[in-house]
């Protein structure tokens, strides 16, 4: 089926066959095999409740956003109603990982007047979890300073009132009693039963210790920026289906949090450190727009990661205005790789792709719809696209799939043939370089424009990562500007991103066992920036009536 109601992916994964999903890094995510189920990301307005039923879940979110679970058959008959806008599928999120305080001017506020340490402001922590036993999280006295953890991952049990968040319908919510309570019981074996969540990689972990950790798991050596706010901690991921976590889970987290902030009367300031490379980059997407409508709810400030993608070979742009040949290497052992590529709607050019033994097969981008080649051992799962309600951008998106278990390595070539050209710009983005070997890459890529989404939304805080120590900018960190007016010829200055950076590079954190580590990554310099945002709003909270 085809629809403009649907994004582009979706249209091309509805199209798909089953092995052709299974084989494909990126057309299979939010889809069960085993029940031929999609979880979908929905705009709408009016009513969803005629939707509910026992084969359809429908989790409204806010400001017009849901997430549908619904059988593959119905999707067809789910965009014919009236009440739905638009639909996505979920994308993979990754962190923003590579592998201080003074040179981001906290100290002078921390440590004299006004001594900002963001008492009653909370900060949120949307991640791979935290360690919730580690000291830098507890007070004085031991008690935990996290007044909520929500651990999709979990499985609901009602016989042990494990139980997930009122209006949610996936993970357990534990709250400061329970997690107090998990805290005072000596047997290790007792507390995990109690409160079991663990965060396996240890990023969120180390995230949290940044933003806000108090220190006291290294006798006050490593003291995070905001040590005396309050957590709010999401631990993203899915039971059904485990993998990267996926954009329905951050825009369930988000949800979770604002209106857990909105109950509690506080400020907040959230912290986002991964994001993925799927999309136009100019702010359009559902996830996008989810994340500007939710920094408008209460007072809370969304800081997000710029990613790493700026060195990493995975983005291609320019202007055609003749033949133009874009080369993508291919390493050897790649089981899948997608690419997108982003034109003016209005700009008219010919795609011919080139195998790496010189076959040549033509792609007529004027006839939207779903193209399948195949190219020496390697089928090309193509889709034409149209532009969204929201957007004039075309994409046009190649799925490279083996025939046996590896794509033919070597040079890929595109080859762009001009028929109607207005502006001529093109874009040209590979998926997240954590899930690619090190040789997959474009032959010329550009630095710019390689942020990650969703740190393109237009009313959060953009982090980019510099060296503190030489104090120069991070090759990796991702960077550019927003490309919400291409038909204009000149950027305006306000969609430069990021729009500030902080020490990203070998950054020192307690490992909680009292020794350090060392961490690299936008993922690292995110928090800085969010943990300032508590002091800032602790500030003008609290500080300006104290100090009267």
């Not at 095999?33 to 705009?43: A, G, M, R, T, Y």
């Not at 049990?157 to 949610?168: K, L």
């Not at 998926?431 to 032959?443: E, H, K, Q």
């Not at 993922?523 to 500030?539: C, H, I, K, Q, R």
Request: glycine fraction near 8%.
């Amino acid at each position: 089926m085809d629809s403009q109601k649907l994004e582009n992916l979706l249209n091309l994964a509805l199209n798909a066959s089953r092995e052709e999903r299974e084989k494909s890094l990126v057309l299979d995510v939010g889809y069960d095999p085993e029940s031929s189920v999609w979880e979908l990301i929905v705009k709408y307005n009016g009513d969803l409740s005629r939707l509910n039923s026992p084969i359809i879940g429908v989790e409204e979110l806010i400001a017009g956003y849901a997430i549908i679970t619904i059988p593959q058959s119905l999707i067809a008959s789910l965009v014919e109603l009236e009440e739905i806008e638009y639909v996505e599928m979920p994308k993979s999120l990754f962190f923003d990982l590579q592998q201080g305080k003074e040179a981001s001017c906290i100290l002078p506020v921390t440590i004299r007047e006004p001594f900002l340490t963001g008492r009653e402001t909370l900060v949120a922590i949307i991640d791979s979890g935290i360690d919730y036993e580690r000291m830098d999280f507890r007070r004085q006295n031991g008690t935990s300073r996290i007044s909520y953890l929500w651990d999709q991952n979990l499985q609901p049990d009602e016989s042990r009132g494990f139980a997930p968040p009122e209006g949610f319908l996936i993970g357990v919510e534990f709250n400061n009693m329970q997690i107090n309570a998990a805290l005072e019981e000596s047997n290790p074996e007792e507390r995990f039963r109690m409160v079991p969540s663990l965060d396996v990689t240890g990023h969120g972990t180390a995230v949290a210790a940044i933003a806000a950790g108090n220190g006291l798991s290294s006798s006050g050596r490593y003291v995070g920026v905001a040590p005396e706010s309050e957590l709010i901690i999401v631990k993203l991921g899915m039971s059904r289906q485990p993998s990267f976590p996926r954009t329905t889970e951050l825009m369930r987290a988000l949800t979770y949090v604002v209106q857990k902030a909105v109950a509690l009367a506080k400020p907040m300031s959230i912290n986002l450190s991964f994001g993925n490379t799927y999309g136009a980059h100019d702010g359009t997407s559902l996830l996008e727009r989810f994340i500007d409508n939710v920094s408008e709810i209460g007072r809370n400030v969304i800081c997000v990661g710029s990613g790493n993608e700026g060195a990493a070979g995975g983005h291609a742009a320019g202007v055609v205005s003749g033949e133009t040949r874009v080369e993508l290497a291919i390493a050897s052992y790649e089981r899948s790789v997608s690419v997108q590529l982003w034109k003016e709607y209005a700009d008219i050019f010919l795609v011919t792709l080139i195998s790496p033994g010189g076959e040549r097969q033509l792609v007529d981008t004027r006839r939207p719809g779903t193209i399948r080649l195949t190219m020496e051992q390697t089928d090309v799962l193509i889709y034409i696209g149209e532009p969204s309600p929201y957007s004039i951008d075309q994409e046009i998106y190649f799925d490279f799939i083996p025939r046996q278990t590896y794509i033919n390595s070597g040079v890929w070539t595109f080859l762009l043939q001009p028929v109607k050209i207005v502006t001529g710009n093109y874009y040209f983005y590979l998926p997240s370089s954590v899930v690619l070997n090190s040789g997959t890459r474009f032959y010329a890529p550009t630095p710019e424009v390689t942020f990650t989404i969703p740190s393109t939304a237009h009313k959060v805080i953009t982090v980019g990562a510099y060296n503190s120590i030489y104090d120069s900018y991070a090759d990796f960190s991702g960077r550019g500007f927003l490309l919400e007016n291409r038909l204009e010829t000149r950027i305006a200055s306000e969609w430069v991103k990021p729009d500030l950076v902080a020490p990203g590079v070998d950054i020192s954190i307690s490992n909680g066992m009292g020794g350090t580590e060392l961490v690299t990554g936008t993922s690292f310099a995110t928090p800085f920036v969010t943990g300032s945002a508590a002091l800032m709003m602790e500030w003008g909270e609290g500080v300006i009536i104290r100090l009267r």
